[in-house]
T-cell receptor
Framework: AQSVTQLDSQVPVFEEAPVELRCNYSSSVSVYLFWYVQYPNQGLQLLLKYLSGSTLVKGINGFEAEFNKSQTSFHLRKPSVHISDTAEYFCAVITPYSGAGSYQLTFGKGTKLSVIP | DSGVTQTPKHLITATGQRVTLRCSPRSGDLSVYWYQQSLDQGLQFLIQYYNGEERAKGNILERFSAQQFPDLHSELNLSSLELGDSALYFC??????????????FGPGTRLTVL
């Protein structure tokens, strides 16, 4: 079964500083990886996704992530964070279901990013 | 605004009771997914429906059930509620069920508190 590990449960960072949120996955087959963001009292919003092709994926709000097959990682980065980036970030992997093209998202435990003014 | 609506926003009930959570997917989306988010378990996939039919099942308890109606809205029924069922329940929808490119759009969630 595929799984996702987010190594940091909380990451505080000063405004305008760079940030990296770490995500490692375990899978013996091809993977499809996602980063979602959850702002306080809201649902999840897709930041970016890796399906195939270039290993550097750019998303919304200036975020990007790099797929590294040899290290089984998909770390999320932003060169300069803003107060508005304060949220919880979830890494997720597609878990193929033994059905007709069905699949489910398996999420990591999440990383709370706190941007300090 | 993702276009996915969930009602109610908050629900407080007692142990042993039964509740129904409702989800309306984005216009045109045929797939509906239910997730549970709790402090100890994190975000877990419960169940998926596609055009009225169950397509995938995750960590859904036998006390829980779901259905998707002809108008594509979905309901998640939780019965014999226990304290541990207190969580945020999310609904998501997507336009495709085959392939992996279909983005899932999440609703704002229903916060269930079991006292």
């Amino acid at each position: 079964a595929q799984s996702v590990t987010q190594l940091d449960s909380q990451v505080p960072v000063f405004e305008e500083a760079p940030v990296e949120l770490r995500c490692n996955y375990s899978s013996s087959v091809s993977v499809y990886l996602f980063w979602y963001v959850q702002y306080p009292n809201q649902g999840l919003q897709l930041l970016l996704k890796y399906l195939s092709g270039s290993t550097l994926v750019k998303g919304i709000n200036g975020f990007e992530a790099e797929f590294n097959k040899s290290q089984t990682s998909f770390h999320l980065r932003k060169p300069s964070v803003h107060i508005s980036d304060t949220a919880e970030y979830f890494c997720a992997v597609i878990t193929p279901y033994s059905g007709a093209g069905s699949y489910q998202l398996t999420f990591g435990k999440g990383t709370k990013l706190s941007v300090i003014p | 605004d993702s276009g996915v609506t969930q009602t109610p926003k908050h629900l407080i009930t007692a142990t042993g009771q039964r509740v129904t959570l409702r989800c309306s997917p984005r216009s045109g989306d045929l797939s509906v997914y239910w997730y549970q988010q709790s402090l100890d378990q994190g975000l877990q996939f419960l169940i998926q429906y596609y055009n009225g039919e169950e397509r995938a099942k995750g960590n859904i308890l036998e006390r829980f059930s779901a259905q998707q109606f002809p108008d594509l809205h979905s309901e998640l029924n939780l019965s014999s509620l226990e304290l541990g069922d207190s969580a945020l329940y999310f609904c998501a929808s997507s336009v495709v069920t085959s392939g992996v490119g279909g983005e899932q759009f999440f609703g704002p969630g229903t916060r269930l508190t079991v006292l």
